[in-house]
């Protein structure tokens, strides 16, 4: 048995209670990486499709300041009710989970032996282990959870935070290409400062989205400044075509 208690002792205390601050570092950075890459694409291509159609700055100070506004609010809404369905997909399950450990114990028993039987423990082991499990039902819960369902207890400000985390991302992006309208006179000149700061900044948000999120940083550099660029110089062409 000192052999069991010791895997008991390692499985229980290292892996379930443990606390992963990695997933709650990657939440944080997708919700930057949304509110940003919006933030950044959006009011850029409103900027350039108006600097094709009117000739005072002053209109697209207030439309681009209207619309980061408006699509701040827009995109925190949808991280918060983002975030809320997982916690209520997350305490939904729990809820399930616990009255199948409570109603259905001995099938839910072979459940975590087929689990452990898929890490290639012993058909002993796999008894010994299920039956000192069961003994503590909220390890048992969190144990179905986490390695039968696949979930992760999420954070209870988890829709909060990303609410704010998008929104706030989304603001510095967007006010990344109307800075140079505050500064110039006319839209064309504007434009010339916006597309050269905007798509510069989009190549650097790019090369390190990719690099964190594993793909090839300069490509997904390139990737991301082409859709920026190519989505502000439609918009620019399409506001010429029709005002002329």
């Not at 009710?81 to 109603?103: C, F, M, P």
């Not at 696949?150 to 609410?163: C, V, Y």
């Not at 985390?165 to 800075?179: E, F, H, K, Q, R």
């Not at 859709?227 to 439609?234: D, E, K, L, Y």
Request: proline fraction near 3%; charged fraction near 20%.
């Amino acid at each position: 048995m000192p052999g069991f208690r010791r895997i008991k002792q390692i499985f229980m205390h290292t892996h379930i209670p443990h606390n992963e601050n990695h997933f709650k570092s990657s939440d944080l950075l997708t919700d930057i990486v949304i509110g940003m890459s919006d933030g950044l694409t959006v009011p850029f291509a409103l900027a350039a499709g108006l600097s094709g159609a009117v000739h005072d700055n002053s209109v697209i100070v207030v439309a681009g300041l209207a619309e980061v506004v408006a699509g701040s609010i827009a995109m925190g809404l949808g991280g918060y009710l983002a975030g809320k369905t997982e916690i209520d997909h997350y305490n939904s399950e729990l809820k399930r989970e616990q009255w199948e450990v409570d109603n259905l114990r001995e099938r839910e028993k072979e459940e975590v032996r087929e689990i452990f039987a898929e890490m290639g423990l012993s058909a002993e082991t796999q008894h010994q282990i299920v039956e000192e499990m069961a003994k503590d039902k909220a390890k048992w819960v969190e144990f179905m959870m986490r390695y039968e369902l696949g979930l992760e207890q999420p954070d209870a400000k988890r829709a909060a935070k990303s609410a704010m985390n998008i929104g706030i991302s989304y603001v510095v992006g967007g006010l990344v290409p109307l800075s140079p309208y505050f500064f110039t006179t006319l839209p064309l000149d504007g434009l010339k400062l916006s597309a050269g700061i905007t798509v510069a900044c989009l190549f650097v948000f790019g090369f390190f989205k990719a690099k964190v999120t594993g793909q090839n940083p300069w490509g997904g550099a390139v990737k991301v400044a082409l859709i920026g660029s190519v989505a502000a110089a439609a918009a620019f062409f399409i506001a010429r075509l029709f005002t002329h």
